[in-house]
């Protein structure tokens, strides 16, 4: 069954994961990540962590923390793409071609940027005292990130919903200007997490890095429960009935355990259990569900090339997604080879009159997938896919016109093949030849057929242009 959409989280490596990000993020992701109809998107975004952190051994090792917590917590990087932000190249290429249309206006509204710029001007001081380039650009960055991927959702908090409208603001401008009809980006939806839990910390407000109230994932049992013994509480006796709605230590108890041990303890509060031994409660809860993670997490922290490895091929699944896309839109803008796409014919090596040019056709599966078809009157003719949707296999079609298109002979095991790549990514292939003369001959043909389709498309081009 293909994924009926794609769903895009970014995680920042600027902290140590507490429980809060357990209960708020990492659960209910993972969780999702599982659903056949969704393709799922994690990334460390370290390349956000610069914005507001500038300790390198800071960034590094909350990458590290961060990549081995959801592994730990049960992430299958061979189901998902789980990568690095800094090790996709095509994202702050994108980011580029994104700040280039981007409105200055738009950047000025952003809350972050507002909010730092006000407090400014309330301190007296000049208004951009002290703010980055890159906490302005915050905002292309983070499009960027999401349309790379024409992700459908993002899951944000509400404090997070103006990032998601300014990513399908710019995303349409792009369309508008360089899409030719087509729509080049998906824009994006905000897929708000009201339903997600959030945890008070030991103060209780929300647990937060900011507030200083966090309890850290993965502190060894004896750590976790002293930290558990300091969460704030009243000054209740043991036997006086207590209110499990009013109580930080309940909601967060109610965060780990089920609907049984939930109403359980509310029962316990009701009959006037002493705050002590709601916490040790709570231990013991919290404790039964990370002790096992825990011994997979620090398996993971002491294998720092594992780790790596893992994380280079979630960024090379990533890029085999991104190149093609990031092809077609240099494609789009105009960065195109100078031989190709060009709005009228060279005066040397013309096409022979009458000679054909090659075909082009998408089709779909009966299993569902979507895959395309280049018929150049050789043997064999190219075939590119599988897609999920026609959409993509369309969106790939459209670069191939524009873009720089390489056709190679290969001599595999498997047999002698012609091989159509975008980049350095094979997009269509065909079949074996009985042999490499074959594959040699047919690699001609393609050649001049793509040729002499390339020069029938300017022609019409400069009809139409004529005409208009």
């Known amino acids: 069954m293909s994924p009926e959409r794609r769903v895009l989280t970014g995680i920042t490596t600027s902290g140590t994961p507490h429980l809060g990000n357990y209960v708020g993020a990492i ?42 917590s959801w592994l730990a917590c049960g992430l299958d990087p061979e189901s998902v793409y789980f990568y690095r932000q800094s090790d996709i190249p095509e994202i702050p290429e994108l980011t580029w071609l994104l700040t280039c249309v981007t409105a200055k206006g738009l950047l000025n509204r952003a809350h972050a940027y507002k909010a ?51 990513a399908r603001d ?60 300091g969460i ?57 569900e990370l002790a096992p993670m825990r011994a997979r997490y620090q398996a993971w922290i002491d294998d720092p090339a594992r780790l790596e490895q893992v994380l280079l091929a979630g960024a090379e699944k990533a890029r085999a997604r991104a190149r093609p896309f990031i092809a077609q839109l ?11 796409g060009v709005a009228a014919r060279a005066p040397t090596g013309a096409t022979e009159p009458g000679e054909a040019a090659a075909s082009v056709k998408q089709f779909r599966e009966s299993d569902g997938a979507f895959r395309f078809r280049i018929e150049f009157g050789g043997r064999q003719s190219l075939v590119g896919g599988p897609y999920a949707s026609g959409k993509e296999a369309g969106q790939l079609l459209a670069s191939l016109y524009d873009t720089a298109l390489e056709i190679r002979a290969t001599g595999e095991e498997s047999g002698h093949r012609l091989e159509l790549l975008v980049g350095a990514s094979p997009v269509a292939r065909t079949e074996p030849y009985a042999g490499a003369g074959e594959a ?16 029938q498309r300017d022609e019409a081009r400069l009809a139409k242009a004529a005409k208009a």
């Not at 009201?194 to 966090?214: E, I, Q």
């Not at 502190?219 to 013994?229: N, S, V, Y």
């Open 27 to 68: 659960r209910p992701a993972i969780a999702a990540s599982r659903l056949a109809e969704v393709e799922s998107y994690y990334f460390l975004a370290d390349y956000h962590a610069l914005v507001k952190c500038q300790e390198p051994a800071r960034v590094q090792q909350s990458t590290r923390e961060i990549a081995a």
């Open 330 to 340: 240099r494609s789009a803008v105009g960065l195109r080879r100078l031989d190709q």
């Open 170 to 229: 710019i995303g349409q401008r792009f369309n508008h200007l360089f899409g030719a009809g087509r729509e080049l980006f998906t824009l994006p939806e905000a897929a708000i997490e009201d339903n997600v839990s959030t945890l008070p910390g030991l103060d209780g407000r929300k647990m937060s890095k900011s507030y200083d109230n966090t309890i850290p994932l993965w502190l060894p049992a004896p750590a976790l429960r002293k930290a558990i013994l």
């Open 440 to 455: 040699e001959a047919d690699l001609g043909k393609f050649r001049a057929a793509w040729k002499a389709l390339l020069q």
């Open 232 to 288: 704030k509480t009243n000054s209740q006796a043991p036997g006086e009935p207590k209110d499990p709605e009013g109580s930080h230590l309940f909601s967060i108890y109610q965060a780990f355990a089920s609907p049984d041990e939930t109403q359980a303890m509310r029962r316990a509060y009701a009959e006037g259990i002493a705050w002590g031994e709601a916490k040790e409660r709570l231990f013991e809860r919290i404790e039964r």
């Open 116 to 166: 730092a710029s006000d407090l400014n001007r309330e301190s007296g001081e000049d208004t951009d005292a002290g703010i980055s380039a890159g906490l302005y650009m915050y905002p292309v960055l983070m499009a960027a990130d999401i349309l790379l991927f024409n992700a459908h959702q993002v899951p944000v908090g509400r404090d997070q919903i103006q990032h998601i409208e300014m």
